[in-house]
T-cell receptor
Framework: SAVISQKPSRDICQRGTSLTIQCQVD?????MFWYRQQPGQSLTLIATANQGSEATYESGFVIDKFPISRPNLTFSTLTVSNMSPEDSSIYLC?????????FGQGTRLTVV | AQSVTQLDSQVPVFEEAPVELRCNYSSSVSVYLFWYVQYPNQGLQLLLKYLSGSTLVKGINGFEAEFNKSQTSFHLRKPSVHISDTAEYFCAVSQYDYKLSFGAGTTVTVRA
């Protein structure tokens, strides 16, 4: 299994500002994944973060809007930049362990 | 690329009645299949997964699912539900890269 801690658990932010979400895993992992869950919708993969290389972004997501850091094998951050109300979502960090994905509790972001 | 279709957006069911949640997927290659549950205001939890082998998979909390390759389906069942099964259920698929594609979700509401 894997224990994933995300911070903050929730935040209310002003439009135009940026928020950095932290994800800490209890053991080393090669890949970390960031997902977004918009209100009332399913989860969508934003990007895959590998240690020592640039993150790989899915279609519709760009580095300027969602910069990701992966300084070591247990930690990653996702920044939501220049926020607008449309960015209001739950952002989840995930890791894979033995073909099973484990998720953090998520960060509930509200942009006003 | 793969996609997932959950055929029922909402399923109301009475306590102790059976429930089936339908999931179909499309993929040009072999996939791994998962069902996740999200209880109100909580994170995602894995119910069960199919990687290979027996097509009938048993998971936690009395849930089971059957993989049908010819029909590209992975339906979830429980013979007798409890009030505590009220939650959002997500079907998901991934390939070797462990990136998950989620269905839109099915809201199960169990009534006494």
């Amino acid at each position: 299994s894997a224990v994933i801690s995300q911070k903050p658990s929730r935040d209310i932010c002003q439009r135009g500002t940026s928020l950095t979400i932290q994800c800490q895993v209890d053991s080393q992992v090669t890949m970390m994944f960031w997902y977004r869950q918009q209100p009332g919708q399913s989860l969508t993969l934003i990007a895959t973060a590998n240690q020592g290389s640039e993150a790989t972004y899915e279609s519709g997501f760009v580095i300027d809007k969602f910069p990701i850091s992966r300084p070591n094998l247990t930690f990653s951050t996702l920044t939501v930049s220049n926020m607008s109300p449309e960015d209001s979502s739950i952002y989840l960090c995930s890791v894979d362990r033995g073909a099973e994905a484990f998720f953090g509790q998520g960060t509930r972001l509200t942009v006003v | 690329a793969q996609s997932v279709t959950q055929l029922d957006s909402q399923v109301p069911v009475f306590e102790e009645a059976p429930v089936e949640l339908r999931c179909n997927y499309s993929s040009s290659v072999s996939v791994y299949l998962f069902w996740y549950v999200q209880y109100p205001n909580q994170g995602l939890q894995l119910l069960l997964k199919y990687l290979s082998g027996s097509t009938l998979v048993k998971g936690i909390n009395g849930f089971e699912a059957e993989f049908n390759k010819s029909q590209t389906s992975f339906h979830l069942r429980k013979p007798s539900v409890h009030i505590s099964d009220t939650a959002e259920y997500f079907c998901a698929v991934s390939q070797y890269d462990y990136k998950l594609s989620f269905g839109a979700g099915t809201t199960v509401t169990v009534r006494a």
